[in-house]
């Protein structure tokens, strides 16, 4: 969803329609997880005429067009692309700047508001070079000795997507090629993934009556990947882009793979109690371990401002390639398992003003951890709970706010999790004060991540190299993050089109603006 330098989505705004986050106990037409799933729809309106926008600020421009042929048929086409490469060329780190660009285009045929039929095409892409290790922390031998890494992440995905009615049933499907490609080079190694995929999805729902439905459903992915990693020694300031190179070890897999489930819940209204049991099949041609989910959801009425919710279930998800790979996992390990539960309150006061808690808990087994030492455990247990507090406020289409503080905890292995976050908060604002006027605001703030201290140095003579001396895992934090983002936009009218001008503040403090450390040999 986010680009892997996180300043942009990879989906033009104006495609949007809906996004959904479930952080955790959602219904059994989703799997393949035991975390969180983030659902997103985009727009299927009919413009009733051209309709486009331009975009443009200091970071990457773009563009987005509508274009209604007849009046069933409707073209849509987005890209953006960031051109700040095309002006940083000096800088001590990156010799090309992040470049990052998505597009999309669909087709669409609309019959009628219980119908429609989509072809489409849409990928994104980010890229850069830069110098492995950071030249400020290297003495001068180091500097002319510091390699050049180029990485380049990108994805293609081309398909069909279906939505019909029949009678009381309802149908959504997806027929979909991704083509996804990350690598990662230098002259001393390399690590390259490509994988392809076809995916197939089909949502039904049935409603004989309105106090019964019955979903359900299938989903199956067949894909080749191929997995490379050549080096000869360890390159632990790679982590962020090659994992394999950061521990030193090589790979060579070319692996054809099936996976799918099959998934029914009902959803069953009993006056004001809405109770869903779900549930779902999973199956992988790699492990050859079936999985089986049950799930159950509901959701009481208490008032029409006030509701309670509940869910508990098992969620399961299998290793990926490289967690599988005979070179650097375990071809033996099976799915990770999560067993979870959640609870929920929600309170409108007088229409305007929203209260809500939100607690959850999992236990989970079979996970992967990275060592230290660059091995990898599998069979590992976890836990994780968090509690949520959210407060907002809205008057009309004028004013809207929105507090919210999470806290809570997470680990692997009776080890801190290297995700681990403590406590957040987030208060945001938006506030129409004139008919074309919009002011927002947002702070963010929220505990560092845990990391793993370098405590010494150990030189390698065989290759003129330092190996770290790590201290206890995950024993301390980066420093308090925090953000202050400030928005204000005019709206200017044309006979044949509204221009939007905007600006933007962003301020991260100094102090709390900490990525990553650095070490020198000594």
């Keep these: 969803l986010f680009r892997s330098n996180g300043y942009s989505s990879v989906f033009h705004t104006r495609l949007l329609d809906e996004l959904n986050l479930w952080p955790s106990t959602y219904g059994a037409n989703w799997g393949g997880a035991t975390g969180g799933v983030i659902e997103t729809r985009s727009r299927w309106d009919r413009p009733d005429g051209v309709r486009g926008s331009v975009n443009l600020n200091l970071v990457m421009g773009g563009a987005e067009l509508r274009v209604p042929i007849g009046d069933k048929v409707v073209l849509r086409a987005s890209g953006r692309r960031s051109y700040l490469d095309a002006f940083s060329r000096d800088d001590e780190q990156y010799t090309i700047f992040p470049i990052f660009w998505d597009y999309f285009a669909r087709a669409e045929y609309l019959g009628s508001d219980q119908e429609h039929w989509g072809v489409m095409a849409f990928g994104a892409g980010d890229k850069y070079r830069r110098f492995s290790s950071e030249p400020e922390t290297l003495v001068g031998w180091e500097q002319e000795t510091n390699p050049q890494l180029d990485y380049d992440q990108h994805y293609h995905v081309a398909g069909l997507v279906q939505h019909e009615r029949w009678g009381r049933t309802r149908a959504d499907g997806v027929f979909a090629f991704v083509d996804y490609q990350q690598s990662t080079s230098m002259d001393a190694a390399e690590q390259r993934l490509h994988e392809q995929t076809l995916q197939l999805r089909e949502d039904l729902v049935t409603a004989p009556n309105d106090a019964f439905s019955l979903a359900y459903g299938l989903e199956a992915k067949g894909s080749r990947t191929t997995l490379l990693a050549r080096t000869e020694q360890a390159w632990p300031e790679l982590s962020r882009e090659a994992t394999l190179l950061a521990r030193g070890v090589e790979a060579d897999e070319d692996v054809l793979r099936a996976t799918g489930g099959v998934y029914a819940e ?158 957040a908060g987030n208060v945001l604002a938006s506030w129409n004060f004139a008919p074309t006027w919009n002011a927002g605001i947002r702070y963010r703030v929220s505990a560092g991540l845990p990391y793993t201290p370098i405590e010494d140095g150990l030189y390698l003579g065989a290759t003129d190299t330092y190996a770290p001396v790590y201290g206890e895992r995950n024993s301390a934090r980066y420093v308090t993050y925090m953000k202050f983002d400030g928005h204000v936009e005019k709206e200017l009218y044309t006979r044949f089109a509204k221009i939007t001008l905007y600006t933007e503040l962003w301020y991260v403090p100094a102090f709390s603006n900490e990525m990553y450390l650095t070490y020198r040999y000594d």
């Design 266 to 423: 009902g959803r069953v209204e009993l006056g004001p109690i809405r109770l869903v049991p779900g549930l779902r099949l999973g199956y992988d041609t790699l492990t050859t371990i079936p999985t089986l989910d049950p799930r159950l959801l509901a959701r009481w009425e208490i008032s029409p401002d006030t509701h309670l919710r509940a869910g508990a279930g098992i969620y399961s998800q299998y290793p990926t390639i490289e967690q599988l790979s005979d070179d650097v996992g375990d071809p033996g390990a099976g799915p990770a398992r999560a067993n979870q539960v959640a609870v929920g309150f929600d309170h409108a006061i007088a229409g305007r003003w929203e209260v809500g808690v939100d607690a959850w808990a999992k236990s989970m087994e079979g996970l992967f951890v990275t060592e230290l030492d660059g091995t990898v455990t599998s069979g590992v247990e976890g836990k994780a709970w968090g509690v949520e507090l959210v407060s907002r406020y809205r008057i009309r289409d004028r004013f809207f706010t929105s507090v919210a503080f999470s806290f809570g905890h997470a680990t692997r292995g009776g080890e801190v999790f290297d995700y681990d976050q403590p406590w």
